[in-house]
């Protein structure tokens, strides 16, 4: 491996992350936890239990919350409140039998006030909309919009190495795109614990002045989702095509596999890898289209770890191997790292992810330089906000499924050729609105 970073990126990955680690973190003020020798000490204290589980509730701790929920209502057997809050946390993380159990326990109870009663029916009709279906069906449609101060990755010095020689960039930098998606799923149970997925997607990105790059893509993925060995296992087969408005398109099919799984309550851990078989297609714009047909392997690792109700972590580990038929441009090796924080505010949700990626080129690709392999690095610094328009406008959005996203990129790439030695900085805005339906016969 050989990457070339220079001292002014590395002085940038560095600000990044001292601003994820060092200035975020300790800004955060975090009500002070309830620990699990305190309920030790007072087992029976009904205000500091209930607290307890509220807390581990809001850290994912479900187990925790249901045996501490559960040993309240042997101790107050008469107190409607817990069993109702226990009820709420078994439909809320699935547990179906335990829930209409203890529904049906209640429903039996003669002191029961009418709000209690509507509670639980409101519950009971919660865990029935939870329940799956023989066909379940979800749709996903967005708009969105980007402006970038360096949309086409023009060089600093707007200048590019062209079969040994240099040229100038002839691209535009400042421009503005617009995007629009379409995403519908299918899902069928299979058994207890498996599930046939099947999804169809269209996009469609159109730039403001230049539109060589203006494309439409298509996408239909078949897969499976099940359980072994405590493990969420999603084998998929994939098929996707790009149209491109002047360049080359492209018809790609690819498989993989995904895993999941959790160690403890805090930590998760997911993988997987994926192979792909993508062939350019010719047009009268681009006659060598077919020499960009290229086989991938590509392989995935992440981590996950719970510290709060509000913060959580994520570690990404990526490798791919391309290996091009012809074309020299599309052999080569990508070696990723990232590194994240998820801020869960009540008023939003917050990701901030830095990336780094290093590509390593196998020949040499002499349409731009034939006297060096191909080396560059690109660090990319990424925030994003979400938030549900139905917390501001719950008339608009009653089931606070229309969401809202603020997004902001900033990208520092750096090589060994003029072309691939550029900065960019770009804002998006976008909203996506999901539907869901079910056929239960």
Not at 433 to 439: G, M, P, T
Request: net charge negative.
């Amino acid at each position: 491996m050989k990457f070339c970073v220079s001292k002014y990126t590395w002085k940038i990955i560095l600000i990044n992350f001292l601003v994820l680690f060092i200035f975020i973190l300790p800004s955060l003020s975090v009500e002070k936890n309830i620990t699990y020798m305190q309920i030790l000490q007072k087992p029976r204290d009904l205000d500091l239990n209930l607290k307890y589980a509220q807390q581990q509730g809001k850290m994912g701790n479900y187990k925790q919350t249901i045996s501490t929920l559960e040993r309240l209502t042997m101790l107050y057997p008469d107190n409607i409140e817990i069993k109702l809050y226990l009820l709420s946390v078994l439909v809320q993380i699935d547990s179906p039998d335990k829930a209409r159990s203890l529904i049906e326990e209640m429903k039996l109870r003669t002191d029961l006030q009418s709000e209690d009663l509507e509670t639980l029916q409101e519950i009971e009709q919660d865990l029935k909309d939870k329940e799956p279906g023989l066909w379940n069906f979800n749709a996903d449609i967005s708009i969105a919009s980007l402006i970038s101060n360096n949309v086409n990755s023009v060089s600093k010095t707007r200048k590019q190495s062209e079969s040994g020689e240099v040229a100038e960039f002839t691209s535009a930098m400042f421009d503005k795109t617009s995007s629009g998606g379409i995403s519908f799923s299918a899902t069928r149970p299979i058994g207890e614990e498996s599930s046939f997925l099947a999804n169809i997607s269209h996009t469609t990105s159109n730039q403001h002045q230049e539109h060589d790059d203006d494309f439409q893509s298509y996408g239909l993925t078949l897969g499976l989702d099940t359980v072994l060995g405590g493990q969420s296992l999603s084998p998929y087969f994939t098929i996707s095509k790009s149209d491109y408005h002047t360049d080359a398109d492209s018809f790609s099919t690819g498989m993989g596999i995904g895993g999941f799984f959790t160690v403890g309550e805090r930590h998760s851990f997911s993988y997987g890898y994926s192979y792909s078989d993508t062939k350019g297609n010719h047009n009268s714009s681009d006659t060598t289209a077919r020499d960009t047909n290229a086989i991938g392997h590509g392989y995935t690792f992440n981590h996950d770890y719970i510290f709060t109700e509000i913060i959580s972590t994520s570690i990404g580990l990526g490798y791919s191997d391309t290996d091009a038929i012809v074309d020299a441009g599309n052999d080569y090796e990508t070696y990723d790292f990232s590194l994240g924080i998820n801020l869960a505010f009540p008023w939003a949700y917050i990701a901030i992810t830095n990336g780094m990626s290093f590509n390593d080129y196998k020949v040499a690709d002499s349409s731009v330089t034939s006297d060096r392999l191909r080396s560059d690095f690109a660090n990319t610094f990424d925030i994003m906000l979400t938030k549900a328009i139905g917390d501001f406008f719950p008339a608009i959005d009653q089931n606070r499924n229309l969401f809202i996203n603020l997004s902001y990129e900033k990208v520092i790439s750096e090589g060994n050729a003029l072309n691939y030695d550029y900065h960019s900085d770009s804002y998006s805005f976008s909203l996506t609105k999901s539907f869901w339906y079910k056929i239960n016969e």
